[in-house]
């Protein structure tokens, strides 16, 4: 009996502890990018509409590359509502090895863009992702992507 107990707590908690956790994707989209190479002039536009300007949000971007992309890190031109950001992130260790998760020779790479975000207003709201590795056509990214999260 007081196994079943202990059981039931420890499940209740976990559920709690789980409910606490949770987050709740409001976008997510990601634009392929011309199997040519990235053009530095192309400009991935990713426009959503949020409610909640009460709720805190993380935003991540994110890099789809395959095994030709010839770096080790990557810069992102950053627009969101008329702010303009330039990002640095390492898609690589110092030996080489990818970061991020992947199978198959597609390696997908999260990066946390804003950690804890409020909207000022109610509405359509805009991120802009231009790659900034003043190549003419970077090769080796195949798609990147915006995820917006309510906390």
Same mark, same amino acid.
């Given at each position: 009996?007081?196994?079943?107990?202990?059981?039931?707590? %420890?499940?209740?908690?976990?559920?709690?502890?789980?409910?606490?956790?949770?987050?709740?994707?409001?976008?997510?989209?990601?634009?392929? !990018?011309?199997?040519?190479?990235?053009?530095?002039?192309?400009?991935?536009?990713?426009?959503?509409? !949020?409610?909640? /300007?009460?709720?805190?949000?993380q935003i991540l971007l994110y890099?789809?590359?395959?095994?030709?992309?010839?770096?080790?890190?990557?810069?992102?031109?950053? +627009? $969101?509502?008329?702010?303009?950001? /330039?990002?640095?992130?390492? %898609?690589?260790?110092?030996? +080489?090895? =990818?970061?991020?998760?992947?199978?198959?020779?597609?390696?997908?790479?999260?990066?946390l863009y804003e950690e804890a =975000? $409020?909207?000022?207003?109610?509405?359509? $709201? /805009? !991120? /802009?992702?231009?790659?900034?590795?003043?190549?003419?056509?970077?090769?080796?990214?195949?798609?990147?992507?915006?995820?917006?999260?309510? %906390?």
């Amino acid at each position: 009996m007081k196994r079943r107990i202990r059981i039931a707590l %420890l499940s209740s908690l976990l559920a709690i502890g789980l409910a606490g956790c949770r987050t709740d994707i409001v976008y997510s989209a990601f634009e392929d !990018i011309d199997m040519a190479g990235w053009d530095k002039d192309s400009v991935c536009r990713f426009s959503y509409p !949020i409610e909640d /300007t009460a709720a805190t949000y993380q935003i991540l971007l994110y890099v789809r590359q395959t095994e030709v992309y010839p770096y080790q890190n990557m810069w992102l031109f950053v +627009g $969101h509502d008329g702010r303009q950001d /330039t990002i640095e992130f390492f %898609l690589a260790n110092d030996r +080489g090895e =990818w970061l991020g998760n992947g199978k198959n020779g597609l390696i997908e790479m999260p990066v946390l863009y804003e950690e804890a =975000w $409020h909207y000022p207003a109610a509405g359509e $709201h /805009t !991120i /802009t992702l231009q790659q900034g590795m003043r190549e003419e056509a970077l090769r080796g990214v195949v798609s990147v992507g915006v995820e917006v999260r309510k %906390l």
